[in-house]
């Protein structure tokens, strides 16, 4: 039972520290995507558009990770491989659907994302997000 709870705990650690460097490449790569500094919109300005954005890529990014950790079925080196392989696939599918709906957009999509007041545009990028994800987990299941 100790053995266990230390084999648990230790890819529990695993799979913890590998999906937030995961959350983290990917708040990078949505950085370079959308106007100024990501940070100065969240918590300097408090840009709620900028924190929607940013929450439903998180919570994409750990759709992502959930659902590889499932596939992996306890084996750790194989599901720590099924992250970081089906997260990268969906970071760039997220980051190509960015670009896809802002090429939809009149003007610049970061920019209407980004705009001090609520933007319609942040809840359509929301849904892209999480749907992109969704797609990608169910692939790995």
Known sequence: MIRDIFENAYAAAAYSAVGVALMAIS????????????RQHL???????????????LAGIAIIVTA???ASEGRLVEGLTY????????????????ALIDLA????????????????????????????????AAAIL
């Open 27 to 38: 708040f990078v790569v949505l950085d370079l995507l959308t106007p100024g500094k990501l």
């Open 43 to 57: 918590w300097a300005e408090r840009n709620s558009n900028a924190g929607i954005l940013v929450s439903s890529n």
């Open 68 to 70: 590889a950790i499932v």
């Open 83 to 98: 992250t970081v392989v089906y997260t990268v696939i969906g970071i760039v599918v997220m980051a190509v659907t960015f």
């Open 105 to 136: 957009t009149p003007g610049r999509l970061g920019e209407l994302l980004l705009h001090p007041e609520r933007h319609p545009a942040v809840w359509v990028q929301c849904v892209a997000h999480v749907g992109v994800s969704l797609i990608v």
